[in-house]
């Protein structure tokens, strides 16, 4: 099935959906077709074919396209009785669509205004003699699409319905806009992303690496990568200390009936990995860690004067991501979380909160991400129109949803109230950064819970000696470390600032005989608390500058018997070229500076 899609251009993209279908079917006219919904910036189509499609296919799919675009070929709408529509797919061996059927039937059918009707029909699109199970809409006619604007860009492998126990799809990528010059854009942002992919300079920086012993997402990290990752927990603890954040410790495994109380078992059950020991005992590994610190604050009663508590951790979770959805850094199923849970009262709330952006905003200040236009803030609440989905009293949820609205007014963010994002638990915070070629990430969130401290029982003792149950904050400043690790390395073209590269600079000789000079400004550097190599190989000096331009080291210092002679180093910068002779401790004075 399709999603409904409201604006032009998605319109347009939809309909161009069903077009790729057609060229498909002229091409493979056994293929199965599946689902062809619009996605950010185009569509696709999944569809099973006894021949393989190829990618030397891709530009036939597309020059077919565009043929029967030139067609001026009409979208026409009906509707059709469910049975009549199951025996019309299966006679034209469309076994996914009488599938789709068969799950509209057991959960109610579309109607004409796309709402669940009792009566037993669905929405059929006809173009030309191509008829489609879609609840629409549609463009009236293919006209409306530019097909100067339209490219096929891409094959991949998508199980149906998602799960990996079904067939392995093929599915077809396009995309689709406006205008050419859109595309020309879309295309030059295509290039850039493509020179800039995580998996391409972990590698060449020798970052990362993935291991088929170990298994598919499941990355393991280098020297380099982790003194990367280090920086970053150490910079978000740094930031958060002064906050009153102390360090729990909490172990990888669980039993489930933490999760069945938490409500995360009914949620995601599917995603946990079990674990089975020697008992009879079945445990499972961690998919998150908010549990677990909820067992640590009730260990012991708490007054009001103790809160609020603030428990910090950098720890990996487990979620069993199926092997299709798995891409390098972004999507792994070993996940390192920098977590942090406040515990507090309701009236402590807003200050709490306030503690949180502030991290968030000095954290990514300090990446060059936080400038006006490059991030805004998704206050992400319920969606009205399935109230089921979430857990608690719908009066906390209206009172936490005011509160974080108000919060964003008053931190002058530029935000918007987004329906249906917030999690099954509480509202959210969600930061949106846009990097340096204009993609848009959710990174940072703070969320209110008002619902896991209830099923849990936990309580504190007020100032009149009553009990009552503490409101529980969520937050992260990264998220995933793994998956903050592959937006940032696009986002700096793995060129990070001096702050958080892996190697700071690197000591070059000009020749062995001044080796001892460039280990003596290494271990000096060093003291200072640097990250300095050197460099002392056999190779030619201007072979040893481009290995370490091409590993993206901030700063290069040439010594030879010049420096020698009078304490100093030539200074060659990443960013700004040849910077001149300069003393060991002024360049100190210049790099402290930079960093601070």
């Known amino acids: 099935m399709c999603r409904e899609k409201i604006n032009e251009i998605d319109v347009k993209r939809h309909s161009a959906a069903h077009i790729l279908a057609m060229a498909i079917l002229d091409l493979h006219p056994d293929a ?81 205004t796309n709402d669940v009707s009792e009566k037993k029909t669905v929405l059929i699109y006809k173009s030309k003699d191509f008829e489609d199970l879609c609840r629409g809409p549609h463009v009236k006619n293919s006209k409306e699409i530019n097909a100067k604007a339209l490219k096929i860009t891409r094959l991949a492998g998508a199980y149906w319905k998602s799960d990996e126990n079904r067939k392995q799809l093929t599915r077809v990528y396009g995309v689709l806009f406006d205008t050419k010059e859109e595309l020309d854009e879309y295309n030059k942002r295509l290039a850039e992303a493509k020179k800039r992919d995580h998996r391409k300079l972990g590698k060449e920086l020798d970052l990362f690496t993935f291991s088929d012993l170990v298994g598919p997402g499941l990355p393991l990290f280098t020297t380099k990568g982790t003194t990367l990752r280090d920086t970053i927990v150490d910079k978000i603890q740094t930031l958060q ?14 039993k489930k009936d933490l999760y069945e109380t938490s409500g995360h078992w009914d949620k995601f059950g599917d995603e946990l990995f079990k674990v089975k020991g020697q008992s009879d005992q079945e445990f499972v590994m961690k998919p998150m860690n908010c549990p677990h610190h909820t067992q640590i604050f009730a260990a012991k009663p708490h007054s009001y ?102 919060i964003a007014k008053k931190e002058g963010f530029d935000y918007k109230k987004v329906e249906g994002e917030a999690a099954f638990y509480g509202p959210k915070l969600d930061f949106m950064f846009t990097d340096a070629i204009g993609r848009e990430w959710q990174l940072a969130t703070a969320q209110l819970d008002f619902v896991m401290p209830e099923r849990f029982g936990l309580e504190y003792t007020d100032e009149n000696g009553n009990k009552q149950t503490p409101v529980m904050i969520h937050r992260a400043i990264a998220g995933s470390l793994e998956r903050f690790l592959s937006v940032i390395i696009e986002h700096f073209a793995g060129a990070f600032p001096l702050w958080l590269s892996p190697v700071q600079a690197v000591v070059i000789p000009v020749s062995d005989k001044f080796n001892d000079y460039g280990q003596s400004v290494v271990e000096r550097l060093q003291s200072e608390g640097f990250r300095v190599e050197l460099d002392d190989d056999s190779e030619t000096l201007g072979k040893r500058i481009r290995i370490a331009q091409k590993s993206k080291i901030p700063y290069m210092l040439v010594v030879g018997e010049k420096e020698v002679a009078d304490n100093t180093v030539a200074v060659r910068s990443r960013d700004n070229g040849d910077e001149g002779i300069i003393r060991v401790d002024d360049f100190i004075k210049k790099i402290k500076k930079e960093i601070s």
């Open 32 to 112: 199965r077709l599946g689902i062809g919904p619009v996605i950010e910036d185009g569509f696709y189509y999944d569809v099973e074919t006894d021949s393989p499609i190829t990618e030397d296919e891709l530009k036939k799919i597309e020059k077919k396209m565009k043929k029967l675009i030139s067609q001026n070929i009409d979208f026409e709408k009906s509707e059709m009785n469910i049975d009549e529509a199951r025996e019309k797919f299966e006679k034209a061996g469309q076994k996914y669509k009488v599938e789709i059927i068969d799950d509209l039937a057991n959960e109610g059918t579309q109607s004409l």
């Open 241 to 254: 200390a002064k906050h009153g954040y102390e360090k729990v410790t909490i172990p990888h495994i669980t």
């Open 305 to 406: 004067k103790e809160l609020p508590l603030r428990y910090m951790e950098t720890t990996m979770v487990y979620r069993d991501e199926q092997a299709g959805e798995l891409l390098g850094l972004s999507r792994v199923r070993s996940i390192s979380q920098d977590d942090g849970h406040v515990f507090c009262t309701p009236g402590q709330i807003e200050q709490e909160v306030q503690n949180i952006v502030s991290v968030i905003r000095e954290f990514y200040t300090s990446l060059n991400m936080f400038d006006e236009g490059k991030c805004w803030v998704s206050v992400s609440v319920r969606d009205s129109k399935t109230p089921d989905k979430y857990l608690g009293d719908p009066k906390n949820w209206d009172k936490a949803e005011a509160i974080l609205e108000e």
